[in-house]
C-alpha cells in the first residue's frame, strides 16, 4: 500500500487510546476498544455501532447530534459534577448520553440491544468535559 | 498540530463543474495518528474514496443540517496495524463530511444489496443520492 500523504507532518510515535471523545467537526461522540478494522452499522439516527471485521465483536460506537441532544435535555440531565470541586465545570456523562439517544426512537429489539452491547464495552473515561464540546 | 489537509473532490453542489478542495482537518488526523494507528491507515482508504467517489449522498443527519456522504469501494485497506488486506466485497467505504466540506468521519459500511456502491438502507438514511459515477 502506497506511503501514508500525511506522514510527513506527523510527529511522535502513535499508541492507541481506548477512551471516548468528542468529535467536534461532526458533533458526534467517537469510543473504540480496539485499535482494528470495523464495519459500521447504523442502529438509528443517533447511533452508529462499531464491529470488529476480524470476528463481529462489538469494539466500538458513535453518537451523533451531541449538541441536539445536550439541547433538548438539558446540561444538567446528562451532566454530571466534579466530586473534588463543586465549582468545575461538568462533565456530560457518556452513559446519558446513551440513555438519552436511546428514549429518541422505537423500543424495539433490535435497538435494545444495540444500546446494550455499547454500554457493555469496558470505559475508562465516563465523561468528557463540556468545554470540549463546541462545534465547527 | 498538524496543518489541514486539501483534497480534492467531486463539488457535491455541482458535480458537473471544477473539483473543490475538501478539507482533512489536522487536529482530527493528528488524533488519529497519534491514538489510532488504524484509523489513521484508513485515512489514505477515505482519501482514495474522495478521489474515486462513486456515489454523493446529501442530508446525513436529522439533528444536522446538511452534510454530505461519499463512497467508493477501494481494492484494499489496513485491517490491523502493518496488515493490509483485500476490501471486502459486500461492504462499502464512506465518508462523511460536514457543511464546511470538514471530513469528520469515515468507515467501512455494509452495502446495499441493490447497489453495492451504496451504503445498506440509503433510501432512508439520507435525503437523497446527489451524484452517481457513470464509469
Known amino acids: ?136 | 498540530m498538524a496543518a489541514d489537509y486539501a483534497c480534492k473532490a467531486i463539488d457535491p453542489s455541482a458535480p458537473d463543474g471544477p473539483k473543490i478542495d475538501v478539507i482533512f482537518p489536522g487536529e482530527l488526523t493528528l488524533r488519529y495518528f497519534k491514538y489510532s494507528p488504524v484509523r489513521y491507515m484508513h485515512l489514505i482508504t477515505a482519501k482514495y474514496v474522495l478521489e474515486h467517489t462513486e456515489r454523493i449522498f446529501f442530508g446525513v443527519r436529522e439533528f444536522n443540517d446538511g452534510g454530505w456522504c461519499y463512497t467508493a469501494r477501494p481494492d484494499e485497506w489496513h485491517i490491523r496495524e502493518n496488515v493490509v488486506a483485500p476490501f471486502p466485497k459486500e461492504m462499502v467505504f464512506a465518508v462523511y463530511l460536514n457543511p464546511n466540506l470538514r471530513v469528520y468521519e469515515f468507515r467501512a459500511e455494509r452495502a446495499a444489496k441493490d447497489d453495492a456502491a451504496c451504503p445498506e438502507d440509503w433510501q432512508n438514511r439520507y435525503r437523497g443520492m446527489t451524484w452517481k459515477s457513470t464509469s
Open chain 1, 1 to 136: 500500500m502506497e506511503k501514508h500523504f500525511l506522514d510527513e507532518q506527523m510527529e511522535g510515535t502513535p499508541t492507541f487510546q481506548s477512551e471516548p471523545w468528542y468529535n467536534r467537526f461532526g458533533d458526534c461522540v467517537i469510543f473504540q476498544i480496539a485499535d482494528e478494522a470495523f464495519v459500521a452499522e447504523r442502529i438509528d439516527e443517533l447511533l452508529s455501532v462499531y464491529h470488529s471485521v476480524n470476528d463481529g465483536r462489538t469494539i466500538g460506537f458513535q453518537i451523533k447530534g451531541v449538541l441536539a441532544i445536550i439541547k433538548k435535555f438539558g446540561l444538567d440531565g446528562l451532566s454530571i459534577k466534579s466530586e473534588t470541586d463543586a465549582n468545575e465545570l461538568k462533565s456530560i456523562s457518556i452513559a446519558a448520553l446513551l440513555l438519552a439517544a436511546y428514549e429518541e426512537g422505537p423500543r424495539t429489539l433490535g435497538r435494545r440491544r444495540a444500546y446494550a452491547s455499547v454500554m457493555e464495552c469496558p470505559v475508562d473515561r465516563r465523561s468528557i468535559p463540556t468545554e470540549e464540546l463546541q462545534l465547527v
